[in-house]
């Protein structure tokens, strides 16, 4: 079945430091791929999307390509803030709006 | 601009007691489903529907029913709590049902069974 893999956090990283997070997938298909963003003591909210290979999703400092040749997702940011500190999912969707989440992982920025 | 509105936000329930999360949403989206959160597991589907009358099983159905008879509202019922359903729920709605939209979710439901 589809699948979706985030490297393991919490990840901690002083401000203005550049962010990655991986995120590998496992699909039968050709899904749109996500990065939601959870806040804390808040539902999750859409960061950024792509819904083909070699697309690329842009949203407020955060970017992520499509990569088809190796299944990845991977989430950047060139300069994170302490604001920036959350619980990232990348998650992907193969029909509809059935997503299939990865199990989180914990970004915590320090001033 | 309510959104996507979850309710009880708390709740702790004895092994075998049943009860009703509530989920309603005022955007008129078609679809509606269920997640529940676990640590280290990431956001699993328990049910969703993609308009009034139609339901279906996500990935973890067990435990659980759902029903849609208006395009606003999608209850969650736990028939018969169990330990394993302690986590924290999460009702998410989106346009259209063919192609992936931007779900919109709301705030989640912290559930703890003895």
């Known amino acids: 079945g589809n699948s979706v893999t985030q490297m393991e956090g919490p990840v901690t990283l002083s401000e203005e430091a550049f962010l990655t997070i991986n995120c590998t997938y496992t699909?039968?298909?050709?899904?749109?791929l996500f990065w939601y963003v959870q806040y804390p003591g808040e539902g999750l909210q859409l960061l950024l999307k792509a819904t083909k290979a070699d697309d690329k999703g842009s949203n407020k400092g955060f970017e992520a390509t499509y990569r088809k040749e190796t299944t990845s997702f991977h989430l950047e940011k060139g300069s994170v803030q302490v604001s920036d500190s959350a619980v990232y999912f990348c998650?992907?969707?193969?029909?509809?709006?059935?997503?299939?989440f990865g199990a989180g992982t914990i970004l915590r920025v320090k001033s | 601009n309510a959104g996507v509105t979850q309710t009880p936000k708390f709740q702790v329930l004895k092994t075998g007691q049943s009860m009703t999360l509530q989920c309603a949403q005022d955007?008129?989206?078609?679809?509606m489903s269920w997640y529940r959160q676990d640590p280290g597991m990431g956001l699993r589907l328990i049910h969703y529907?993609?308009?009034?009358?139609?339901?279906d099983q996500g990935e973890v159905p067990n435990g659980y029913n759902v029903s849609r008879s208006t395009t606003e509202d999608f209850p969650l019922r736990l028939l018969s709590a169990a330990p394993s359903q302690t986590s924290v729920y999460f009702c998410a709605s989106s346009t259209g049902t063919s192609v992936a939209g931007e779900l919109f979710f709301g705030e989640g439901s912290r559930l703890t069974v003895l």
């Open positions: 998650a992907l969707s193969e029909y509809g709006n059935k997503l299939v």
């Open positions: 699909a039968t298909g050709y899904p749109s």
């Open positions: 529907s993609v308009g009034a009358g139609i339901t």
């Open positions: 955007m008129n989206h078609e679809y």
